[in-house]
């Protein structure tokens, strides 16, 4: 279930929501230029980890790696960034969006339990 096109469009979501999120957070956390930075900058940084760190034939990705990296530590970078932007919607004030969140976030590796188990063994 890890790879059907339903959940790839809600992980797909989730990573977007994400990025957006921690944008919002950035560009809040000061008045000075400094926002463009935290704002744009770390989004960047957190699709490039994510986009680069990757597990070979990842059948939820496109089965390439750039840095070739064990199913684990894909798994820890994709919880925490997760868990990173759910802390920036809390930090931001927003607490029923962070629940929501969160609950979509375990629901999506719940339904993506085949996905995680084969993480887990690579």
């Known amino acids: 279930m890890g790879s059907h096109p339903a959940n790839l469009f809600l992980r797909f979501i989730l990573e977007i929501i994400a990025l957006i999120s921690i944008g919002i957070w950035g560009w809040k956390q000061t008045d000075n230029w400094y926002r463009f930075i935290l704002a744009i900058g770390i989004p960047i940084l957190l699709a490039i980890i994510w986009g680069t760190f990757a597990v070979p034939n990842d059948?939820?990705?496109?089965?390439?790696?750039?840095?070739?990296?064990?199913?684990?530590?894909?798994?820890?970078?994709?919880?925490?960034?997760?868990?990173?932007?759910?802390?920036?919607?809390?930090?931001?004030?927003?607490?029923?969006?962070?629940?929501?969140?969160?609950?979509?976030?375990?629901?999506?590796?719940?339904?993506?339990?085949?996905?995680?188990?084969?993480?887990?063994?690579?």
């Open 59 to 122: 059948p939820s990705r496109s089965g390439s790696a750039p840095i070739v990296t064990n199913g684990l530590i894909r798994l820890v970078i994709e919880v925490s960034f997760f868990t990173f932007a759910i802390w920036t919607l809390k930090d931001l004030g927003w607490t029923k969006s962070s629940l929501i969140m969160i609950i979509v976030v375990i629901f999506h590796y719940i339904v993506s339990y085949d996905r995680v188990l084969w993480l887990i063994s690579k």
